[in-house]
């Protein structure tokens, strides 16, 4: 598999770098090791500019570009309402800047959202067997997801009981015991304290010896369907009330193989100077495929012309057809769906097998496998495509207000075919890895967006309207084939590449934050 730096071409290295990106890990290909240590992330040479406005005041109805209409992010109560302008009966739905700006309301995003909410942890297949870890992180805070012995799923915060360093420095690996390379202190695979250096001769107190020194658990952690999650909140819903919806389509990607899916040994990540939501929002974002991407689609036309009859992949003009139908759904708590109608898809690996789908799953089931190419948010941080030939697995880490880290992966079939499983790979790097043919114009775009938007005498987008007369609450002909219930469902013509799917996410956005500022108060936390 072509991934790493090492045997990328140097004009996609280039090219990654123009647009901003900075390679932070690549551990790809399908006999790589996942227990290669984790190295440690570079972010050279980017420029983070703090931005005060000392006379903000409270936002009026009107023009969304007036000075007097800013928000501002204060040091006690936040009025979160006046960053999103939900007027849809009126056939307004605007986000204002600031959201992927402020400094102040990043620090309470992290506190609010990715560190008192479900957020996913990791995939079943990376800790599969006892005593297999993966360490990640829940917001700022990082945690070790381990098998026990009996090959139980525990996940406990990362962080040493004694003085409080990193216990496990590696990305993933097997390891029955962890010692923490600080003073000795070691943790069994179950998180207790099994020895601490030279105990006997500590004179240590009684005091001392009756409180617990093993590592501390999180509170919530769940899997569904080997998507593994996880909560800081105690008092978290449970998490098939969280993923709501979003289970239907995380059905069909399992179901794609009557074995369930798994990652890809291996993995590619890299870090972009933009903010997290700009990640979530292009996932979903049909709009930007034929003019972001024009460089994949001259390249595929190139291909096309010189391979001539003996071509064998899909037909690129085909993929931009005025007639393919395309459609979204805005689904409860922040998740959201992008899909649109595949104009060849007996391309698909599982195109052979369509008979035993429709037999296993229904017609209905196969024939959304097969005929629509879906892309899934499951808010905050991962998505998931599933479009053309092609899967990929996305997990994003915030680590500033205009930095994000992204760990990226191939997804495919448990036991697939080895002429399927080359293909899914083949395709995968062409379009998805970090040396591709559009990742790197997606890190352009983040980069482009971020510094554009430090514009400060704007204050909102008008990036959130297309397809607001075609969308309708509830369910569409769409949702009820598949038995869901979405707060929003869009259809059209493929260019009328809708954004109501992303009014999901700053809904929920603004849920989170109010919620948890409300425990916040609650607690007297709040100035």
């Not at 123009?18 to 790589?32: D, F, H, K, L």
């Not at 903000?56 to 570009?65: C, L, S």
């Not at 008979?355 to 496998?369: I, S, V, Y």
């Not at 005929?371 to 905050?380: E, K």
Request: net charge positive; hydrophobic share 35%; glycine share 10%.
């Amino acid at each position: 598999m072509r991934g790493g730096a090492r045997g990328v071409p140097r004009w996609r290295r280039a090219r990654f770098a123009a647009r901003g990106g900075r390679w932070s890990s690549v551990i790809a290909g399908p006999r790589a090791s996942i227990h290669a240590k984790r190295p440690l992330i570079k972010v050279d040479s980017v420029s983070l500019r703090v931005w005060r406005r000392p006379d903000r005041v409270r936002r009026r109805r009107g023009g969304m570009n007036n000075p007097a209409q800013r928000p501002v992010a204060a040091a006690g109560a936040v009025d979160f309402d006046r960053y999103i302008d939900d007027r849809i009966e009126e056939g307004v739905f605007a986000v204002h800047r600031d959201i992927f700006r402020d400094e102040s309301l990043f620090e309470l995003e992290m506190k609010y959202i990715f560190e008192s909410n479900w957020v996913f942890l990791c995939h079943a297949s990376q800790v599969a067997a006892p005593h297999d870890f993966y360490t990640t992180h829940i917001g700022r805070q990082p945690v070790l997801v381990t098998r026990n012995g009996a090959g139980e799923l525990k996940a406990f915060l990362n962080t040493c009981t004694h003085k409080g360093s990193l216990v496990c420095l590696t990305r993933a690996g097997n390891r029955k015991f962890h010692s923490c390379t600080y003073h000795g202190w070691t943790f069994d695979s179950a998180g207790r304290c099994v020895s601490i250096k030279d105990h006997a001769e500590a004179a240590y107190t009684p005091a001392f010896e009756a409180n617990g020194h093993d590592l501390q658990a999180v509170p919530k952690l769940g899997e569904y369907r080997g998507w593994v999650f996880a909560s800081l909140n105690p008092d978290v819903v449970p998490l098939e009330q969280h993923l709501g919806d979003a289970r239907v389509f995380i059905d069909l990607l399992v179901e794609q193989a009557p074995d369930g899916m798994e990652l890809v040994r291996g993995n590619a990540s890299y870090t972009f100077p933009g903010n997290w939501k700009l990640q979530v929002e292009n996932c979903l974002d049909g709009y930007h495929l034929n003019i972001a991407h024009k460089g994949f689609i001259e390249i595929t036309r190139r291909r096309i012309a010189r391979a001539g009859a003996a071509y064998k992949g899909p037909d690129i003009e085909a993929m931009f057809g005025e007639n393919l139908k395309t459609g979204s759904f805005g689904l409860k708590n922040g998740h959201a769906l992008f899909f649109t109608e595949n104009p060849a898809p007996e391309f698909r690996p599982l195109w052979s097998q369509r008979e035993q789908l429709a037999a296993r799953l229904g017609a209905g089931r196969a024939k959304w496998l097969l005929q629509y190419g879906r892309n899934l948010t499951v808010f905050p941080n991962v998505q998931c495509t599933d479009n053309a030939v092609i899967g990929q697995f996305r997990v994003l880490r915030p680590l500033g207000t205009a930095l994000t880290e992204m760990e990226i992966y191939c997804w495919v079939p448990v036991g697939e075919p080895p002429a399927a499983r080359r293909q899914r790979l083949r395709q995968y790097e062409d379009f998805f890895n970090i040396s591709s043919t559009g990742t790197p114009d997606d890190v352009g775009a983040y980069r482009n967006c971020q510094e554009g938007l430090q514009a400060r005498a704007v204050d909102w987008l008008h990036g959130h309207g297309r397809g607001l007369k075609s969308m309708v609450r509830g369910a569409n002909d769409y949702a009820r084939e598949l038995g869901i219930e979405p707060e929003t469902s869009s259809a059209g013509p493929l260019n009328m590449s809708d954004e109501t799917l992303f009014h999901a996410n700053y809904r929920q956005w603004l849920r989170l934050m109010k919620e948890g500022q409300r425990r916040a108060r609650d607690a007297g936390e709040l100035g």
